[in-house]
């Protein structure tokens, strides 16, 4: 099982960057997906969620109107295009496969932290760096 993240890098306020995850090894068009993400010296943040069959998306009130999740289950991707980038943004973002949808969604809608252990599958990360 595989999830690998890539295109992060470092931008300027309001800039855009767009991430992409490439699964492999499950069945990736069956599972929902989210992006989480931690910034130095916090915890773990969901960001989006995103149904498996990419009918439902949901945000974080810190990224609702600038980021957009989506996926391809054709090409087994997922991705999140982030528009307006602030400092608050930096972080490094992971390609997660949640235990729980639901759990996921009342941890995002409560602004509770996510914890390591209610992610199923995790990437690498990729680094997502935003200055001013």
């Known amino acids: 099982i595989q999830l690998v993240e890539s295109g992060g890098g470092s931008v300027q306020v309001g800039g855009s960057l767009r991430l992409s995850c490439a699964a492999s090894?499950?069945?990736?068009?069956?599972?929902?997906m989210a992006w989480v993400r931690q910034a130095p010296g916090k915890g773990l943040e969901y960001v989006s969620t995103i149904t498996y069959g990419g009918d439902s998306t949901i945000y974080s009130d810190s990224v609702k109107g600038r980021f957009t999740v989506s996926r391809d289950n054709s090409k087994n991707s997922l991705y999140l295009q982030m528009n307006s980038l602030k400092t608050d943004d930096t972080a490094v973002y992971y390609c997660?496969?949640?235990?729980?949808?639901?759990?996921?969604?009342?941890?995002?809608?409560?602004?509770?932290?996510?914890?390591?252990?209610?992610?199923?599958?995790w990437g690498q990360g990729t680094q997502v760096t935003v200055s001013s």
């Open positions: 090894g499950f069945a990736f068009s069956d599972m929902n």
């Open positions: 997660a496969a949640p235990r729980s949808h639901a759990a996921a969604i009342a941890t995002m809608t409560s602004r509770r932290p996510a914890q390591h252990s209610d992610i199923l599958y």
